[in-house]
């Protein structure tokens, strides 16, 4: 398996625009999660799917995020618009249960610089 | 709630130095335990995991012990490499609940 596969690897752009980040989970992992790492504040789970539904989205900043998960193979977190104090890495990681015993695995990330 | 504490970085170590970092936890039950690495550039990476007391998780010459008298998990290796830098991450998940990762430890380790 390819592992957890993040795009794009690096975004950046200007404050006001919408930003999309995709993400494609290990086949087979029921739990998709959505993390937001800065300098700042460290890891940060923004949401969380369990087959395709969101369970837990308590972790999203404000309105202007969104996630979505159309299928078990894809999701996709929008920020529309964007400011510059979203600029961070964003991770997209994947596992076959909740408890976490095997671990969640991580994709590459995809750093966002908003100017 | 549910926590992780880990010690604070950044850790400055010379080649085929001892390491230790320090994890604690705080949690109800019986959680599972995990230490995470992430490289320069990359997404966090599995280490080692420890599911019950007193199980030793071990990969890649690093080790950590659960010990659930001092609500620990401390990762050690007897000889670090300069290919270890990265940042470790300590991580607890307790059944019906996520993930709680600590703040993470720099390490970088000069030849």
Known sequence: DAGVIQSPRH?????????????????????????????????E?????????PIDDS???????S???????????????????DSAVYFCASSPNFTGNYGYTFGSGTRLTVV | GDSVTQMEGPVTLSEEAFLTINCTYTATGYPS??????????GLQLLLKATKADDKGSNKGFEATYRKETTSFHLEKGSVQVSDSAVYFCALSNTGNQFYFGTGTSLTVIP
């Open chain 2, 33 to 42: 335990l995990f230490w995470y690495v992430q490289y320069p550039g990359e």
């Open chain 1, 67 to 85: 996630a979505k998960m159309p299928n078990a193979s894809f999701s996709t977190l929008k920020i529309q618009p964007s400011e510059p104090r």
């Open chain 1, 59 to 65: 972790g999203m900043p404000e309105d202007r995020f």
């Open chain 1, 45 to 53: 789970l923004l949401i969380y799917f369990n087959n395709n539904v």
């Open chain 1, 11 to 43: 975004e950046v752009t200007e404050m006001g625009q919408e930003v999309t980040l995709r993400c494609k989970p290990i086949s087979g992992h029921d739990y998709l999660f959505w993390y937001r790492q800065t300098m700042m504040r460290g890891l």
